[in-house]
């Protein structure tokens, strides 16, 4: 190999190398007010609408879970593809936080044209939206590409279902390198997180042969979703929040509820009731700060699960549609 080549060749591995480099600072030059512009979108936003935070939440961590956090749910399907947000799990994801990321994309194409991901405006919106509503401010490194590949196929086995049990749940996350406790610190992103009446209605309903609900179950809440969801004939588009106590604010609520019977959802009551994560349910319960610290450092982890740099991505023109037809 001559100089000339050699030198070449340095030069594209120092740019493929720079490419993979995630860094909080990455829009500096190329797109000054990306921070301003995600912020002022989230800031309208969450004023009109104040369920997209918990929304918002929701659709990053779906995203991430499914071929990592590439904004691979945001693709809509077309006759030639079935895409992961039509897959049956992700059918309640919430029309606000989609539209979110779709306007602080039309700003920022506006402001600089083919420059930011949809994958960094969902991740940076996730977190500025989180500490809009009273939660921690943690680092987002920047520089993630949008997939290239959205199937609904692959999205089985990757998220949790009420079906599966505590553990499966658990092997979701140690699967992709995440503890027990950063698990137990992730599941608190329910302080701000709303249900559905089929993902708990048979906790209320018909429930054992004594008095029809779990017993885990605070005798007071349960009556109050049972009048929630009499008419939701086991599903329909009624919801009730995570947090009964503190909904619209991220806190520590969510584990102070779980040893008073406050728990919504079945996963919710077995982090209590395992000895695995109980510890640090009480930990948490008592040390808000404990919580922001841990649930910080677990969601700067999770934000880069599989991000995707350099070639193995693209910046789409778009968040709901490839750059190019893709089946």
């Known amino acids: 190999m001559d100089f000339h080549h050699l030198i070449l060749l340095l030069l594209f591995v120092s740019i493929s190398v720079s490419e993979a480099k995630l860094s909080p600072n990455y829009y500096q030059k190329s797109c000054p007010d990306f921070e301003r512009i995600v912020r002022e979108t989230i800031t309208d936003k969450q004023m009109s609408t104040p369920t997209t935070a918990a929304g918002t939440l929701r659709l990053f961590v779906h995203d991430c879970l499914v071929e990592g956090c590439d904004a691979s ?21 919430p029309g606000d936080a989609f539209e979110v990321v779709t306007r602080a994309k039309t700003a920022l194409e506006l402001s600089c044209p083919k420059t930011v991901s949809c994958a960094d405006i969902l991740a940076q919106a996730t977190r500025d939206l989180i500490s809009m509503v009273g939660g921690p ?47 137990a610190a992730l599941l608190g992103g329910h302080t701000i997180g709303f249900s559905h009446c089929k993902e708990f209605s048979d906790r209320i309903f018909n429930y054992g042969k004594t008095s029809g609900y779990d ?59 395992s000895p695995r994560t109980r510890p640090f349910v009480e930990m948490f319960a008592k040390d808000q700060a404990a919580f922001f610290q841990a649930f910080s450092r677990a969601m700067e982890k999770f934000s880069v699960l599989g991000a995707k740099t350099g070639r193995n991505g693209e910046i789409r023109s778009r968040c709901d549609a490839f750059n190019s037809l893709r089946t």
Do not use: W
């Open 73 to 93: 749910v945001l693709v809509s399907s077309n006759s030639f593809n079935q895409a992961e947000r039509d897959h049956d799990i992700n059918l309640s994801l």
């Open 215 to 273: 017993p885990a179950l605070n005798p007071k809440f349960v009556a109050g979703l049972r009048q929630l969801c009499a008419n939701s004939t086991r599903g329909g588009s009624m919801a009730a929040f995570n947090d009964v106590m503190t909904p619209g604010k991220f806190d520590n609520m969510y584990y102070q509820n779980l040893p008073r019977g406050l728990g919504l959802l079945a996963i919710d009551h077995a982090l209590y009731a």
């Open 137 to 183: 401010f943690y680092t987002v490194k920047l520089g993630r590409k949008d997939g290239l590949v959205s199937k609904a196929s692959r999205v089985e086995g990757n998220l949790p279902r009420i079906s599966m049990s505590f553990d499966e749940n658990i092997k979701i996350f140690e699967s992709r390198g995440f503890t027990v406790q950063e698990f």
